[in-house]
C-alpha cells in the first residue's frame, strides 16, 4: 500500500531537513500541541486529577500476541521476537509458522525459531504450510478456498491465531477478558505495547494517510489489531468476504458493529512507512516535523519520539535492500535507522546541548533497550 515517489530529489532534502530538525529538537523540543482527531474514539482519561492507581484502572494490559511468519521472512520474525523480548519478556507469545521452520539441530532452518524454541512462553503453530511459497501477486489473483483470493486467505489466519490464543489464556495464567492482539511481524518495537483501556471489545490502529488512499486500502492496518473476545473476529471474518481490499478495509465493519467499545490505538504504535508519504498532512516535510529525540525517564535516555511522545512501534520491511522501485520504503528506513543510532549514540554535543537546555542531575544516556534489539551493522549498513 505504497504510493512510490521514485524521486531522488526528494528523498535528499527529506534527509537533509530532518538532520536540521534534529539539531533544533535537542535545543527547543517541538511543540507539543496538535489538531484533535474529529472523530470520536476512545482514550485512556488523564489529566492533573487522575491518580497513576485510578489510571490503572481503567487501563488493561495485552493478555497475549499473536504473529506469523515463512520462510521469506525469518530473518524479520527473529527481529520482532527479539524487541518482544526485550520489552516484554514474559507475554505469551503464538507464533504462526510453517512446519520446515520447526527443525531442530543442524537440520534448523529457522533463525527465530532456533533463537526462541526454548522459550516456554512461546508456542509455535505450523499452520502456513498450505501457502509457501508466498507469491503475492499470484496469491491476489488466485481464487481462495475461504475468501475471494488466496492471498486474503492466507491473511485471515491472524484471526485463527488470535482465536487460538484467546483459548490458551487461562492456560498462560492470563487474564481472560485481556486483549489478544496480532502483530505483522515486521512491526518493529521500540517500546512497550500500549495499553488498552478497559472494557475495550476491539482496538484497531488508523493508517493515517490521505482520504483517497484510504478510500482504497482502508482507514485501519490489518497487521495491528487487538481483540478481547471471538466476536470482533467472526464479524471480521464475514465483512472480508466483501472486503475491497483484503483483510483491511474489511476492519471498518468491525469498527462500525463494535463502535461503542472500539479503541483506536495512539499514533506513536505502528507508525507504518506508507504514513510517512501517503500523510494526511499532505506533505512529507509536515510528517518529519513531528518527530524529534528527547530525553526520557529518570536515566535520561535519548528516546525517537512522534508528537512528543516516545514512539512504541514502526511497521516496515526494516531489513530489506534497497530497491529503486520501494524509493519510499528505503528512505524511511535509513531515517529510522538513522534517529535510532542517535539514541544509541548520543554525540557530547547533543548532550552538552541537553544539558544547558535545563537538565539539571542526570546526563543524557544512550538508549539501553534499543541497543539490546539492535546489531548496530543493521543501523550502519547501507545496502
Not at 82 to 103: F, N, Q
Not at 147 to 169: G, I, Q
Not at 331 to 346: A, D, H, S, T, Y
Request: glycine share 6%.
Amino acid at each position: 500500500m505504497v504510493v512510490c515517489y521514485g524521486c531522488r530529489l526528494l528523498s535528499l532534502l527529506l534527509l537533509c531537513f530532518i538532520c536540521m530538525h534534529l539539531v533544533v529538537a535537542a535545543v527547543h523540543p517541538l511543540f507539543e500541541g496538535k489538531k484533535k482527531n474529529k472523530r470520536k474514539t476512545r482514550h485512556c482519561p488523564e489529566g492533573p486529577h487522575m491518580s497513576a492507581v485510578a489510571v490503572a484502572v481503567m487501563e488493561t494490559g495485552i493478555s497475549s500476541v499473536c504473529t506469523m511468519g515463512t520462510p521469506e521472512c525469518d530473518d524479520e520474525l527473529y527481529l520482532f521476537l527479539r524487541c518482544l523480548r526485550v520489552h516484554h519478556p514474559d507475554i505469551p507469545v503464538i507464533v504462526g509458522c510453517t512446519s520446515a521452520m520447526l527443525k531442530v539441530g543442524e537440520n534448523t532452518k529457522s533463525k527465530a525459531y532456533a533463537g526462541f524454541c526454548n522459550d516456554s512462553r512461546m508456542v509455535w503453530i505450523p499452520c502456513l504450510d498450505p501457502y509457501v511459497p508466498i507469491l503475492r501477486r499470484e496469491m491476489e489473483r488466485q481464487p481462495g478456498v475461504w475468501y475471494p483470493s488466496r492471498h486474503t486467505d492466507f491473511m485471515m489466519e491472524k484471526a485463527n491465531l488470535m482465536e487460538h490464543a484467546m483459548m490458551l489464556r487461562e492456560e498462560h495464567g492470563g487474564d481472560n477478558a485481556g486483549a489478544v492482539l496480532f502483530l505483522d511481524c515486521d512491526v518493529v518495537l521500540l517500546n512497550e505495547l500500549p495499553q488498552i483501556p478497559s472494557g475495550t471489545e476491539v482496538a484497531l490502529s488508523p493508517h493515517r494517510i490521505s482520504p483517497r488512499d484510504e478510500a482504497l486500502f482502508g482507514r485501519y492496518n490489518g497487521g495491528f489489531v487487538a481483540a478481547a473476545s471471538p466476536a470482533p473476529l467472526h464479524e471480521w471474518r464475514r465483512a472480508t468476504r466483501h472486503s475491497r481490499f483484503f483483510d483491511q478495509a474489511s476492519l471498518e465493519s468491525v469498527a462500525k458493529k463494535f463502535a461503542s467499545t472500539l479503541y483506536e490505538i495512539p499514533p506513536q504504535h505502528n507508525y507504518g512507512y506508507w504514513r510517512f508519504f501517503q500523510s494526511y498532512r499532505k506533505n512529507p516535510l509536515l510528517e518529519a516535523r513531528q518527530f524529534s529525540m528527547r530525553r526520557i525517564g529518570a536515566q535520561g535516555e535519548w528516546m525517537l519520539c512522534y508528537e512528543g511522545k516516545p514512539l512504541g512501534s514502526i511497521h516496515t520491511h526494516f531489513l530489506d535492500a534497497i530497491n529503486p522501485r520501494a524509493r519510499d520504503v528505503s528512505v524511511f528506513n535509513g531515517l529510522m535507522k538513522e534517529w535510532i543510532l542517535k539514541c544509541i549514540r548520543p554525540t557530547p554535543h547533543a548532550t552538552t546541548t541537553a544539558l544547558c537546555s535545563g537538565a539539571l542531575a542526570a546526563v543524557a544516556a544512550g538508549n539501553r533497550r534499543y541497543k539490546e534489539c539492535f546489531d548496530l551493522s543493521i543501523l550502519t549498513e547501507t545496502r
